[in-house]
């Protein structure tokens, strides 16, 4: 809770610069619920009922994103071909909810694996112990597919890099020995590098894949560029950046506040790019702009300290809460990779990432309170 506290402290502070003070307060108490729902989470003790609550809410915006896929919205600015668009599920936009399908489907693949781990074991001693966690594998298996597939079908580069990104922090999270996890780095490797150069993706995702990555590292300066219909995605989330840049020099230690940076923007913004997006498209350029440099520590902060906290709740005697901790270290690495491009606090979802710290904050605190644990 130190860990979030610090970033709600970084974010008063930012309130002091705010152009907007109800936009900043507004934007600040996202955080502050934050806190109270890693609190929450903690103080009820129970990780298992609100992971079950994660996996409800993701399944049913996964249905929803997977109807519209399939023609259930009509958007016509949001068709890849004659009868398919873009799954956007409740979030209105492709890229902020594959970001949320993204953050959520690792935890999901791994308590399944968990799960399932736990249904051999009981199979081997007794029979009928061993149809509940079947069960629960199975649920949290379906909450696992429709998720993962929904993100696919947002069609959203961003969270389909994050998501190969985070499939591999969660694979390599499970085992406990060092050796078990150099295998599985180096199997994965391989098959990756076999399925590249065997041609066996699609070349519409490679080539969606590459775009995004070239994307990231292929940052200029785009105040003299020429704009076409081919890079104008890329260019403008280019000036959004450039356009944060500028806003944190306008108060470099504590930003311009929080949720402001649409309502600096036309102050800083380039001139071929009047129109805000309401955000920088790059969530770390976003804090650095609207909190600073006290702000962007603070942030970078309690992500290190969740992720090291986190690792550690792997030593879990429960097999099942050692996998949960796995799979959020995989929802943790993909908030950090999709973050890169895009803002995922949108929606409500920063709900779902308080109630994630607090199961990570739960499962920690029992790794040294052993006397805490409550049997599955």
């Known amino acids: 809770m130190l860990a979030v506290g610090g ?4 974010g008063a502070l930012s309130g002091f610069g705010a152009a907007s003070l109800g936009v900043w307060l507004n ?23 609100a992971i079950f609550a994660l996996a409800l809410a993701g399944i049913a915006n996964a249905l929803v994103g997977i109807w519209i896929y399939f023609g259930g919205s009509g958007a016509a600015h949001f068709l890849i071909d004659d009868s398919h668009y873009r799954a956007f599920g409740t979030f209105e936009q492709p890229n902020p909810f594959g970001g ?30 061993a149809w509940k966690p079947l069960f629960q594998s199975a649920f949290y298996s ?57 041609g066996r993706l699609p070349t519409t995702v490679t080539e969606r894949i590459g775009s995004a990555f070239s994307d990231l590292v292929n940052v200029n300066d785009v105040r003299g560029a020429n704009i076409s219909p081919e890079n104008y995605a890329v260019l403008e989330r280019l000036a959004h950046w450039q356009a944060a840049l500028e806003m944190a020099r306008l108060n470099p230690l504590t930003g311009v506040g929080l949720g402001n940076y649409e309502v600096i923007y036309p102050q800083v913004r380039l001139m071929a790019w009047p129109f805000p997006l309401g955000h920088a498209h790059n969530y770390y350029l976003n804090v650095l702009a609207e909190a600073g440099m006290i702000g962007l520590a603070a942030y970078g902060a309690m992500w290190i300290i969740m992720a090291a906290l986190t690792w550690q709740a792997r030593r879990h005697p429960d097999m099942v809460a050692s996998a949960a ?3 959020l270290l995989g929802s943790w690495a993909y908030i950090a990779v999709h973050s890169l491009t895009d803002q995922l606090y949108v929606n409500y979802a920063f709900l779902h990432v308080g109630v994630m710290m607090g199961v990570a904050a739960l499962l920690y605190a029992h790794t040294w309170k052993p006397n805490r644990l409550k049997p599955l």
């Open 7 to 10: 970033f709600v402290a970084a």
């Open 27 to 49: 934007d600040w108490l996202k955080w502050v619920f934050v806190l109270a729902l890693v609190a929450w989470v903690v103080s009820s003790g129970r990780w298992e009922y």
């Open 100 to 129: 949320f399908m993204g953050m959520l489907a690792p935890l999901f693949g791994a308590v399944a694996f968990g799960f399932f781990r736990l249904t051999a074991l009981r199979w081997s001693l007794d029979l009928k112990s």
């Open 142 to 198: 379906v909450a696992f597919v429709l998720t993962s597939l929904a993100l696919v079908l947002s069609w959203s580069r961003g969270a389909w890099l994050a998501f190969g990104v985070a499939a591999v922090v969660t694979v390599i999270s499970i085992p406990r020995r060092a050796w078990v996890r150099i295998v599985l780095i180096l199997l994965m490797a391989g098959i990756t590098i076999l399925a590249l150069v065997s």
């Open 325 to 327: 901790a796995a799979g």
